[in-house]
Structures are given as structure tokens and as C-alpha cells.
């Protein structure tokens, strides 16, 4: 959702797939998979659907990592789906706005009047995050604050107190400030809490049984820890679900999101009217709803990050298919794994990872170092070698070890980054999720 012990000896448990179609064949899908489980690469739940029919579902690794003893993930885990929880909160605003209770040319200060521009924002900034409030998440402050719970009254000052970061409407930048107040508006007009509304108009009607508005984790309903490797897999610090809300606070499966982004995109929450402005893009953002390509072809949906959870739930419409992954930790490029996923959908053939390292000389590497920064990303990234290893370090966070897998493609597992450099050129691309990101060498 946010821009950003004990050794185990076991190998994760698994759990068979589940396929329910004679022509579809998942042994790619099985056989990478497999490979990422015993190389210890991800705890991750898959489900795919076509026309809200369950295809496929499986789940590897574990819910919980504990010295008193693991929980294997199956597919009734329950994962935090960060911002994914976004397109949630958009359908049940657009529900608001079929209904006649407000509009998207509302202004926000028919809500929260003491929020900077709010004369100016209206609901439509909010969904397609054009409206200029700041993103606190990207604050220091944040992740002093983010464990510890927050009232509504507590969060609109955090957000009223920041000063914008542009004009309403003047260009497109995420803030999950936009959903948190979002979140808001739906209980202010309804005088029903955010998990009121979301089981009556969403859960309930489509039997999501595993969807709901979180709180503190409680591994006794199915819900899992969340990890991130760095060397063994360490647990995370668990956000306080209150701070995120309606932009990143939810809990599902991968087979309830698939079920979910089907109704959705096949129009079965909103009017038809309200699906167009969902599915319009400015500036490559829609409202709740981002557009993913797949060679010829195109889906909508979302993704999440959130504390060491990653998701991502699309819907393609040729082919009605549905997918969704859930991981609780990752340290293979969760693209990758999407493409896989949509590769199977479409009897595609599917890349199987090699996980090879090379070494390359400390004169070859000295090719890399220097400072490069991005117009994609305001974080600067500092490059340099330690006697045979290549290290980065982006601005404001802590150093990692950059490994070789080609002569100019470096990995960074833990948070699934892959850096490609152009020595020449003077640039890297980092891939990260679904961002492919340039950088260019200032010095």
C-alpha cells in the first residue's frame, strides 16, 4: 500500500492445486511454483477464475513462522491487501454517487472543510489521486506513528497539517491521504461504520466470506503474519489498520478477489456509467483502478503493499478470466510471478527462473557506482562497490547488496527488485512490482 532468529530447516509446506477444467493446464504454473517454494523464494496464494468460476487455486509456505511451531498457508489464509482495499472504497463511493448522494464534482469541504484546498478538491480528485494532499506515508514521521492506532480525529490532522504538494487537478500523484478520506465520506453519509458498508453492499451480496475490514491480526481466524527475507525470513512490524482505513485496511483471499474484480468489471455493483469512470485513465490511473497490459491484450484491478504483504487482483476481459496473488513474503519479482500466472491463463509458455549468480571483477562493477536519480521516483539512489559486491542505497533508507545474475543485471531478493544497468548510457532501469522505473547517473 505505502511507497516504500531461528534458521529454518524445513522446507514450506504445500498444498496441492485445485483445477476444475480439463483444458487448462497449470503444469507451468505448478513447476514455478515449486521451484519458488524449495528455493525458499515466497509464501504466496493464487487463485484464478473465469466468469466467477474457480479455476485454480494453490497456496505455498506458511501463514505464521513460529519456534513454537509454523501454520501452513492454504487457500483459506487470510492476507492484508494494502491498497487493493482502494478499489473497495471507489465501488462503494460510485455506489454512493448512482444512488444520488453525492457527485464527483463534490467538493471536499462539504466534509472536512479544514483540509487544505478542500474548497477546490472534489470527490473525482480524491478517486484518481489528482486532488495535491500530501501522501503522508512518505513522511519520516509516519513510520514512527504507524504501529500504534489512530482515531479518524487524530488522522485529519496528520493529513489537514500537511501543505499540498500541487494545485487540485493540476497533475497526477498517488497519496493515500485521498482513499483515507475517502473512507471517511462513505461513513460521514451513511452514519454506518466502513465494515457496515462493505458487507451490505459488497461482501454479503457476492458471499465473500473471507473479506472484511481488519484489525489487529488474529492468526486463529486464518490470518497470517506478514515477512520479508533478508537471508531467513523476518517478521514484520504489523501497521496499525486504523491509519490506513479505507486506502489500505482490508483482509481477503486471492479466490475472494477474483470474484470480486469479476462483478465489479463486469458491471455488476456499479451502473454502467460509473464502471466508464472507473476504468478511465489520466495519467495512467483510473478511479480505483489501475489498467495492466499483457501483451495484446488488457486487464483492470489493483495491487497492495503493506508492511511485508504484496497483492495484486486483475480482470481480463478477453477471456473473462480473474487473477489474484496474495503473499504474505516475497522475494522473487512479484511480476514475474503475475506473468506466469496470465501466461497460464492464455496457454502461454511459462518462464522458469534460474536463480544462477556470476561474479563479475571489482573493475567491471566500478562501471555501476555513482549517484542516479529518477523522474519517476523522488528517492535518489547512491551506488557503490564493496571490495567484490555491488551496494545501493536510496535515499533515507538503509544500504543492500545488489547480486549478479548477468553481466549487467543485478537482484535484490528481499524486496524483489531487479536493477538492469546501461554502463554507456549512464542509466539503470529498476523493476520493482509492476514499476519499471528509469534512472540516470548524476555523477
Not at 485454480?56 to 511451531?69: C, D, F, H, N
Not at 504489523?238 to 474484480?261: C, K, N, R, V
Not at 564493496?386 to 544500504?399: M, N, R
Request: with cysteine; hydrophobic share 40%.
Amino acid at each position: 500500500m505505502y511507497k516504500y532468529y531461528k534458521v529454518l530447516v524445513l522446507l514450506f509446506a504445500l498444498n496441492g492445486p485445485t483445477v476444475y477444467a480439463q483444458t487448462f493446464d497449470t503444469t507451468g504454473l505448478d513447476a514455478l511454483l515449486d521451484s519458488l517454494n524449495q528455493k525458499d523464494k515466497a509464501m504466496v496464494s493464487i487463485a484464478i477464475s473465469k466468469n466467477g468460476k474457480l479455476l485454480y487455486k494453490r497456496a505455498i509456505g506458511q501463514a505464521v513462522l513460529s519456534e513454537t511451531g509454523n501454520v501452513p498457508a492454504n487457500s483459506g489464509t487470510r492476507y492484508r491487501i494494502g491498497s487493493i482495499t482502494k478499489t473497495f472504497t471507489a465501488t462503494i463511493i460510485f455506489q454512493l454517487i448512482d444512488e444520488k448522494k453525492l457527485s464527483l464534482a463534490t467538493t471536499l469541504d462539504h466534509y472536512y472543510p479544514q483540509v487544505k484546498n478542500a474548497r477546490t478538491i472534489t470527490i473525482g480528485n480524491l478517486l484518481n489521486h489528482r486532488s495535491g494532499i500530501h501522501n503522508f506515508t512518505n513522511d519520516a514521521a509516519y513510520w514512527q506513528y504507524m504501529t500504534f492506532p489512530k482515531t479518524q480525529a487524530e488522522m485529519l490532522e496528520i493529513i489537514a497539517a500537511t501543505k499540498p504538494d500541487f494545485e487540485p487537478n493540476a497533475r497526477t500523484e498517488y497519496s493515500n491521504a485521498n482513499y483515507v478520506l475517502l473512507g471517511y465520506i462513505i461513513e460521514k453519509i451513511t452514519k454506518q461504520s466502513y465494515a457496515q458498508n462493505l458487507a451490505s453492499r459488497i461482501t454479503e451480496p457476492l458471499n465473500l466470506k473471507a473479506t472484511q475490514f481488519g484489525g489487529k491480526t488474529d492468526i486463529r481466524k486464518q490470518e497470517s503474519y506478514s515477512y520479508k527475507r533478508d537471508k531467513k525470513w523476518v517478521k514484520q512490524p504489523e501497521t496499525d489498520l486504523s491509519i490506513p482505513a479505507g486506502a489500505g485496511a482490508m483482509l481477503s483471499t486471492p479466490s475472494d478477489l477474483t470474484l470480486f474484480m469479476t462483478a465489479l468489471l463486469q458491471g455488476k455493483l456499479t451502473s454502467a456509467e460509473s464502471l466508464v469512470h472507473m476504468k478511465t485513465m489520466v495519467d495512467d490511473v483510473g478511479m480505483g483502478l489501475f489498467r495492466v497490459p499483457f501483451y495484446n491484450k488488457f486487464g483492470f484491478g489493483h495491487g497492495g503493499n503493506l508492511d511485508g504483504f504484496a497483492s495484486l487482483a486483475y480482470y481480463l476481459p478477453e477471456g473473462e478470466y480473474a487473477v489474484a496473488i496474495c503473499s504474505n513474503g516475497i522475494a522473487y519479482p512479484l511480476n514475474d510471478l503475475l506473468i506466469a500466472v496470465l501466461s497460464t491463463c492464455y496457454n502461454m509458455p511459462v518462464a522458469m527462473p534460474s536463480f544462477k549468480t556470476i561474479s563479475i571483477s571489482p573493475q567491471e562493477l566500478d562501471k555501476f557506482t555513482g549517484l542516479y536519480s529518477s523522474k519517476h521516483i523522488p528517492l535518489k539512489i547512491t551506488v557503490t562497490r564493496k571490495d567484490s559486491t555491488l551496494i545501493a542505497q536510496a535515499t533515507g533508507q538503509a544500504p543492500f547488496e545488489l547480486t549478479p545474475t548477468e553481466k549487467f543485471i543485478f537482484i535484490f531478493d528481499a524486496a524483489g527488485i531487479t536493477i538492469e544497468f546501461d554502463p554507456e548510457g549512464g542509466q539503470f532501469i529498476l523493476k520493482q512490482g509492476m514499476g519499471n522505473y528509469l534512472y540516470t547517473k548524476e555523477k
